[in-house]
Each structure stands twice: as structure tokens, then as C-alpha cells.
């Protein structure tokens, strides 16, 4: 087992233990996962690469990059997705976010934040995921966030309340997204769709 405490240079120390589980659903996911577009295959062996330093990888407090768990969020009809102008960027993007040691799984992880960030109760997962993307982010000073996306779907008659890190909550038809947008979130929309229409998404992982 890797020396989990010396995965990489770290802003606070990291209890390994904290993270172990969701670690271990991570490598497992990204193991067994084909990627939706060339692109995610070299950000799923890349992020691969990263967790083999251990589960201090899923901690935003480890500088050389951390996994992260975003969403795109489907209406009941599948014929809008939910973004947020998010506060500090002034972009437009999916919802999602950091893990906690308190998740357990990646698809967990993503749920929690969609159902934070929207305010929408009842939003159910599909627990495949639909892309992986790698992007330089201004966290600890500079990092890369190595971000695991899935699909997930609103309930019928939704209403979706604005939480403090965006400015303000939309829901948009996939062809007509608004910009400025960032620049992995279009990427999303065909393998989010896609997963609508193979999987019956799931109230939780």
C-alpha cells in the first residue's frame, strides 16, 4: 500500500483514513469506466495515475491536483440541463465541487453537491460516470482539479433555489447554453443524455 500521507506536497496535513473509502470507489470507478470521448481516456488514466499516491488525491488540500465530483443536471423531460453563474468565476457552469471525507462514494460525492448547490430535493444519479476532465483551478494557491462528472435528473416540477456560491441558477436547452460558459461543461451534454436514455437514474449511489 502506497504511503499515503506523502502522496504529494499537501496545503494541511491529511488523515488518510478519512478518505479511504471514497479513494477505493474512485480507482475502482475509473478502472472499469470507457470513456465517453479520446479526451477522458487520457484524463481517466491521468487521474488514475494520481490516486495511485494514495487517498490523499481526494483531498483538497493536496497541491499537485485533488478529484472533484460534478453534475449535470437534467429537468424530468431530459429536454433542459441546470447550470449556475458561479459566483467567483463569473462563468457559467455545471454544479458540483470538492469531496468530503464524510462520502463515500464518487457518485455520492456529485449528488450531494448537485442537491446542495440547486436546492432540489429528490434528484436521482446515474452512478456511471459521464466524463473526466483535468482543468487548472486557483484553489491552495494553484491546483488541478480532476473532475469525475455524471448525470443526474430533477424531479417533475423542480424549483431550484440559488445557493451562495452562484449568483444565479438556469435552466437551458442543450443547444442553446449561455455564455460565457466553461469550457469543459458542453462536453458533458451528449454522454448526459445519452445516460437518460440507457439508465433509469437512481435516488442514490
Given at each position: 500500500?502506497?504511503?499515503?500521507?506523502?502522496?504529494?506536497?499537501?496545503?494541511?496535513?491529511?488523515?488518510?483514513?478519512?478518505?479511504?473509502?471514497?479513494?477505493?470507489?474512485?480507482?475502482?470507478?475509473?478502472?472499469?469506466?470507457?470513456?465517453?470521448?479520446?479526451?477522458?481516456?487520457g484524463?481517466?488514466?491521468?487521474t488514475l495515475?494520481?490516486?495511485?499516491?494514495?487517498?490523499?488525491?481526494?483531498?483538497?488540500?493536496h497541491l499537485?491536483?485533488h478529484?472533484?465530483?460534478?453534475?449535470?443536471?437534467?429537468d424530468?423531460t431530459?429536454?433542459?440541463?441546470?447550470?449556475?453563474?458561479?459566483?467567483k468565476?463569473?462563468?457559467?457552469?455545471?454544479?458540483?465541487?470538492?469531496?468530503?471525507?464524510?462520502?463515500?462514494?464518487?457518485?455520492?460525492?456529485?449528488?450531494?453537491?448537485?442537491?446542495?448547490?440547486?436546492?432540489?430535493?429528490?434528484?436521482?444519479?446515474?452512478?456511471?460516470?459521464?466524463?473526466?476532465?483535468?482543468?487548472?483551478?486557483?484553489?491552495q494557491?494553484?491546483?488541478l482539479h480532476?473532475d469525475?462528472?455524471?448525470?443526474?435528473?430533477?424531479p417533475?416540477?423542480?424549483?431550484?433555489?440559488?445557493?451562495?456560491?452562484?449568483?444565479?441558477?438556469?435552466?437551458?436547452?442543450?443547444?442553446?447554453?449561455?455564455?460565457?460558459?466553461?469550457?469543459?461543461?458542453?462536453?458533458?451534454?451528449?454522454?448526459?443524455l445519452?445516460?437518460?436514455?440507457?439508465?433509469?437514474?437512481?435516488?442514490?449511489?
Amino acid at each position: 500500500m502506497p504511503d499515503t500521507t506523502t502522496a504529494g506536497p499537501l496545503a494541511q496535513p491529511v488523515d488518510p483514513d478519512a478518505y479511504a473509502a471514497l479513494h477505493a470507489d474512485a480507482t475502482a470507478l475509473l478502472e472499469g469506466w470507457q470513456p465517453t470521448r479520446p479526451d477522458a481516456a487520457g484524463a481517466r488514466d491521468r487521474t488514475l495515475a494520481l490516486l495511485a499516491g494514495g487517498p490523499a488525491a481526494m483531498s483538497r488540500q493536496h497541491l499537485p491536483g485533488h478529484v472533484t465530483a460534478s453534475a449535470l443536471v437534467l429537468d424530468a423531460t431530459g429536454s433542459r440541463v441546470l447550470l449556475c453563474l458561479h459566483t467567483k468565476l463569473g462563468w457559467w457552469v455545471q454544479l458540483g465541487g470538492h469531496c468530503e471525507p464524510t462520502d463515500r462514494t464518487l457518485a455520492g460525492a456529485a449528488l450531494r453537491e448537485a442537491t446542495e448547490e440547486s436546492g432540489i430535493a429528490g434528484l436521482r444519479i446515474d452512478p456511471v460516470p459521464i466524463d473526466v476532465d483535468i482543468h487548472p483551478v486557483r484553489c491552495q494557491g494553484g491546483s488541478l482539479h480532476h473532475d469525475v462528472r455524471f448525470a443526474v435528473l430533477a424531479p417533475p416540477g423542480a424549483v431550484e433555489q440559488v445557493s451562495d456560491e452562484a449568483e444565479e441558477l438556469g435552466w437551458f436547452a442543450p443547444d442553446r447554453l449561455p455564455e460565457p460558459l466553461a469550457g469543459g461543461t458542453v462536453q458533458m451534454v451528449a454522454p448526459a443524455l445519452a445516460a437518460l436514455r440507457r439508465s433509469p437514474l437512481r435516488p442514490a449511489p
